[in-house]
């Protein structure tokens, strides 16, 4: 669990996870909707949806009722096109951008040129509903889409307003003229109610649906002419309208091909940034999306982002199996993503380790977050499994994803701390100790020397529990850096060059990456790079001085200090106590902080009463 947690963190600091999906606006509109096709539309776009249809209908019923009633309208013809049109709409429908580009001009402009352009709008939502029925009845659609079906033919009211005024009977130049006028009323007015419709439902962003309006158009511009084709050719003999069938199977055979590459490529991109386990996002997505939201996001609207990891999963695994914490896990995930919906998203980081971004407002994050943690939790008559969780509110408290993701784990693992003292931080601790004894044995003894002192003169001076526990470890494991200085430097007899001095001055730097990729350890980290500053500022890596250096840091160095005089060393003899008091009452005020040097001394008397010595002798020995 300690390495785990450790490797994970130092993986997210070195490997920035990279965005797999497409880089294009449209493409990438296609790649996120493609699992919702099929999925229940919300009510907000029910909503949307049904005022579309409704005002449609209020435009279409009046344009066409003079036509109707005046039984201008040849019904057999009628028909024929709209089960053609039916035909068309249920079979063949290309992928693109949110929805589907179905090829329908091949037959609306037959319609506009054979019927009464009045009836056409009409007529076309006939057509559109007749497919979406065909759809359900063969499995393949939802009731809902029957309602979706009726704002399609908002396309149709352009042209036929157009013909409608223009007329279809003029010179060659002139037809052709109010022809391309009645296709770019067409393009404009579904550009309009398509940007309005997604817009409203989906939160598509108007330049987004403009870029796929113009493929739409394109496609469109090219499938017209052939529908002007077969309206010329059933002009005198009407069933010459079904020449559209083998053109209409080239179009199905085209579309089935595009639908199969999608997938594959939806396939593979699932893959990328989908947990396979939980089938919820991975980091990997949680870095896109993240990414993203952050572009978007307002002090009006924030989001939180949560991270949660769990408590006792490890002893669950270890009891029940592997098979059956892989259950969990999905149940868990499942149950996450549940109540995070509809706004809100669920991601599995890996391991144990769970987050969510949702949309809310400060005041409502304690409720959000018990909420979450409430589906992470799971007992049993032999087990109980529950999440400890951090929580950031973003834009307010950070504004880019490393530092979210940064805050909310520190966050995290300080509540587990509360909740289990001895689990992930006293764990990497051990790890990270057993290193340092492997690659030095004297380092480790020293170390506990150190740390022995430090929390003696931590107490002394009334720090808070909390940091004297932060104080121990740094004590513990100032000296991990070391584990990267090679062993002929630190072995050296003799005195070190300066590129071997400059070379020893890394190593606290190395100690804080080292203890920074366990977040239950970034603030010992800190402390650790302070841990050979200087009161006087003379110190390194960062030249602090006085009380800009932190308190423990500033124990550290005295304690470290004095165990090294007392101790044996490959360039020197241990050096008597009495020395070691002379060496930091010398440097109070220079190298040390003389209010710890005192401390530290009081600690010293109080623990073994120091050996009388004359003043001379006492500096003598210096």
């Known amino acids: 669990m300690a390495t785990e947690i450790a490797l ?59 036509a109707l009633l005046t039984g201008r309208l040849d019904v057999p013809l009628a028909v024929l096109l709209v089960s053609l049109y039916a035909l068309v709409a249920a079979a063949v429908r290309f992928p693109i951008g949110a929805g589907y580009l179905v090829p329908t001009y091949v037959i609306l402009v037959p319609m506009l040129l054979l019927l009464p352009p009045a009836t056409v709008p009409l007529v076309a939502a006939v057509g559109w509903v007749l497919a979406s029925l065909g759809r359900l009845a063969a499995r393949r659609g939802r009731p809902e889409h029957v ?63 403009l870029r796929v309006a113009a493929q739409v158009w394109l496609i469109d511009a090219c499938i017209a002419p052939l529908g002007l084709l077969l309206a010329l050719g059933a002009r005198h003999d009407h069933p010459a309208v079904l020449m559209v069938l083998p053109l209409g199977a080239l179009l199905l055979v085209l579309q089935r091909d595009r639908t199969h590459r999608i997938v594959q490529a939806q396939e593979r991109l699932e893959l990328a940034i989908t947990d396979p386990l939980t089938h919820l996002g991975n980091r990997r997505k949680l870095a896109a999306d993240l990414t993203e939201r952050l572009q978007n996001v307002s002090h009006a609207e924030p989001l939180v982002l949560m991270v949660f990891d769990l408590d006792g999963f490890k002893t669950y695994n270890d009891t029940f199996g592997h098979m059956a914490g892989d259950s969990l896990l999905a149940r868990m995930g499942s149950r996450l993503a549940d109540v995070v919906s509809p706004g809100g998203a669920a991601y599995r980081l890996g391991g144990d380790e769970f987050c969510v971004v949702l949309p809310t407002q400060p005041h409502e994050i304690p409720a959000a977050v018990a909420l979450a943690a ?35 784990d520190e966050r995290m693992y300080l509540r587990k701390q509360e909740r289990c003292p001895s689990a992930a931080r006293e764990q990497t601790r051990d790890v990270l100790v057993r290193i340092m004894q492997a690659k030095q044995p004297g380092l480790n003894d020293h170390s506990s020397e150190v740390s022995r002192l430090a929390v003696a003169v931590g107490r002394r001076l009334a720090m808070e529990a909390e940091r004297i526990d932060e104080l121990a470890r740094a004590a513990d494991l100032h000296d991990i850096g070391k584990v990267g200085i090679p062993d002929a430097i630190l072995e050296k007899p003799g005195a070190l060059d300066a590129a071997e001095w400059e070379l020893i ?17 970034r603030p010992v980290a ?54 070691a008091r002379a060496e930091l009452v010398r440097e109070a005020g220079r190298q040390f902080d003389p209010v710890v040097v005192a401390a530290v001394l009081e600690e010293l008397d109080a623990a073994r009463p120091p050996v009388e010595l004359p003043l001379q002798e006492l500096l003598s020995a210096v």
Do not use: K
């Open 8 to 66: 994970a963190a130092l993986e997210r600091a070195a490997n920035a996870p990279l965005d797999p999906r497409a880089a294009d606006p449209a493409d990438r509109l296609l790649e996120d909707s493609w699992t919702t096709r099929q999925s229940r539309a919300a009510r907000r776009e029910l909503v949307v949806e049904s005022a579309a249809a409704g005002l449609f209908l209020a435009v279409a019923i009046p344009m066409a009722l003079p």
């Open 147 to 209: 309602l979706m079906a009726v704002p399609n033919a908002w396309h149709a009211l352009g042209p036929a307003a157009v013909l409608l005024v223009g007329g279809t009977h003029h010179s060659s130049v002139l037809t052709a003229g109010i022809y391309i006028l009645a296709f770019l009323a067409g393009c404009a007015i579904d550009l309009v109610v398509s940007g309005i419709r997604e817009a409203a439902a989906n939160g598509v962003a108007p330049q987004v649906q």
């Open 374 to 408: 409430a589906a992470l939790r799971e007992d049993g008559e032999t087990f109980s499994i529950a999440a400890s969780g951090g929580a950031v509110l973003l834009p307010h408290e950070a504004t880019t994803p490393d530092y979210a993701l940064q805050l909310a």
């Open 505 to 521: 001055r890394q190593h606290t730097l190395l100690g804080e990456r080292i203890l920074s990729a366990a977040p239950a350890l």
């Open 526 to 579: 800190r402390i650790v790079r302070a841990s050979h500053e200087r009161w006087d500022g003379g110190g390194y890596p960062d030249g602090l001085a006085a009380d800009s250096i932190p308190l423990a840091a500033r124990i550290v160095a005295v304690c470290d200090a004095y165990d090294a005089i007392i101790s044996d060393r490959c360039y020197r003899p241990a050096r008597p106590a009495a020395a």
